[in-house]
């Protein structure tokens, strides 16, 4: 056992420091958390390209994901 472990107190001191290290890191925010969307787009008019502009703005402008996943083109 190391020198500093041998008498309790410094032990327990160790732990207590430990103990209050992990309580702090577990409240702390992530470093970067990545929103992501999903979109299946099977039944999406292909007819009016130009009327889908306007609806995919709408729901991508409300979500603010930062990745888009689009299936079914």
Known sequence: MPRSFRSGR????????????????????????LKVATWNLIDYPATNPTGRAPSIRTVIGALDPDVIILQEL
């Open 10 to 33: 410094s032990r327990t001191a160790f732990l207590a420091a430990s103990a209050l290290l992990a309580a702090w890191l577990a409240g702390a925010p992530p470093a970067h958390a």
